[in-house]
């Protein structure tokens, strides 16, 4: 199934503002460390609902922000939310950015980049569009350490990468980005039930509901275009 | 779209300018039109506001 | 009054245990988000007790870590504290590095930088000392933005810079360091007595107690060598 | 101090190579010594182990 297939689909049922109310619990946290000033072109890979370029723009005084997103239910609905003449939503893929050479300061992505079918090819692109010094924040919840993520990719069609922090560290280097930072951002906001409901739907013991939230959370990348 | 974007965005096949051809406008906002790569001559959708920039061959067209 | 008759007086009651003690509420997130790979050589700028170069050597697996302070009391106290053969410490100042070009992948310093007689030479220094690449962890609990610190200066000879954020953005960008990052970090261990017990000796209000800590917490700038 | 860190030491006022000249030795480690700058000839003490890398302005000799 194609991105757009898979995210159209998600969009119309209403999960994009699902996932801005539970990624927020860390994106926030995320935002809030770019090194964003006033006036800066930001962009947002994989937006969905676009809270990061909002944010963003109210937060850090970004003087534009742009949301991409591959599934155009996603920056149709994204668009919808805002009217703040100053972001922006294009559709486009990881693979092919339709950015120019050194024309975004800095880059944001939660819980995207491992969809990109062409990960390393991803980050050339994203070399190519940065500036000198701009930043690459690069979060995700699915990855090697947190094993509590590992079966998520049975339920949905596209395939996803499912890197180690050091490979995350390596890929981003071979790209020739500097990695700046590597952190993981506990969720301390997900609500965790008391032990005696557990197992529940979801979750076998309260341990690993703490240690997926608590403890592995969101895991950030920073890259930095020398 | 607004037309700054303009400025930055580019061909997502050949990285090379845009021409943009408007169809619809509102509140200083290009609604409907096309941008059409200056090099290559790829055409790309833009509807309800939103430019479509995913290569040509990832591009499911909506019916007429 | 020098660096050195100031700190070595401090490190001779004892007061770079305790330092590591409050400063560790902090400085441990901060060392965690460093991209220190096995083998790399960091240096921690302004040691005391240096107990960041033997938590980089433990968690990080540094390759070498050096303590670089003005005080030879500090440093003597210091190498007191570890038998670990790859930490070492060195008496120098701030304001002349006494390490080759290209040499340091990695540097720390908490609470310490603000005593540089003169910070943009520092940071020069610090840029000619990182190889490419190479990040410096900039930490600090006394900055403009803390109000509750600016008091410090009245019982320090030492003349001290109180750098607003933005002004060590800007600082860091005009030594050619790129910005990576900047970021308050909470720190949620101090104990806050209730309401019923302000004021203290030390604090008005339990509003302000709170702020100084959980909000303003350590000013993190994360620089990077091109 | 051990020897490795003569791989990056440098003179603090004119980051030259330095010269080592060991007095005391315990355990892989120099405990006492001299470090000399091969280029301005400045010398630094090492002193329990720890060089003494200050500018010699800043630095201040204990009692012999
Ligand atoms: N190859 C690709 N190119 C562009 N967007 C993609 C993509 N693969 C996945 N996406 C988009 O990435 C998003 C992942 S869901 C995360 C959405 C948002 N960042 C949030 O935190 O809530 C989806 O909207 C999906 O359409
Ligand atoms: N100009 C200078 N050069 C080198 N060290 C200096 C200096 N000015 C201050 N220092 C050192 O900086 C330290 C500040 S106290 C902080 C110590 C330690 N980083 C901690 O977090 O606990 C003191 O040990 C002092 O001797």
């Known amino acids: ?226 | 779209m607004k037309e700054s974007l303009l400025d930055i965005v580019c061909c997502p096949l050949d990285k090379e300018e845009l021409d943009l051809e408007v169809d619809e406008r509102e509140d200083g906002e290009v609604l409907a039109g096309t941008l059409t790569c200056t090099e290559c001559g790829e055409t790309y959708p833009i509807e309800d506001g939103i430019p479509n920039l995913l290569p040509p061959d990832m591009r499911e067209e909506s019916p007429a």
């Not at chain 1, 969720?187 to 965790?192: G, S």
């Open chain 1, 1 to 226: 199934m194609s991105v757009r297939e898979e995210f159209d689909a998600w969009a119309a049922e209403g999960r994009d503002r699902g996932m801005e109310d539970r990624h927020w619990h860390t994106a926030k946290h995320v935002l809030s460390r770019m090194p964003v000033e006033a006036g800066d072109v930001v962009l947002d890979l994989g937006c969905g609902s676009g809270y990061a370029g909002r944010a963003l723009r109210e937060a850090a005084g970004a003087g534009r922000a742009y949301g991409l997103d591959g599934s155009p239910e996603m920056t149709r609905n994204a668009r919808s939310y805002t009217d703040d003449e100053s972001v922006g939503y294009v559709v486009g893929d990881f693979g092919s950015l339709p950015f120019d050479e050194n024309s975004i300061d800095h880059i944001f992505s939660m819980e995207a980049f491992y969809y990109a079918a062409e990960p390393h090819e991803t980050l050339r692109e994203i070399r190519r569009v940065l500036r000198p010094g701009g930043t690459f924040y690069c979060a995700v919840n699915y990855y090697e350490e947190n094993v509590h993520s590992h079966e998520w990719q049975e339920f949905i069609e596209v395939e996803m990468t499912r890197w180690s922090a050091r490979e995350y560290r390596e890929a981003f280097r071979e790209a020739g980005l500097h990695v700046a930072e590597q952190d993981n951002i506990p969720d301390n906001e997900t609500e965790i039930p008391p032990a005696s409901e557990f197992p529940t739907e979801d979750w076998e013991t309260r341990e690993d509901m703490v240690e997926r939230y608590r403890e592995y959370g969101t895991l950030l990348t920073v890259g930095i275009e020398p």
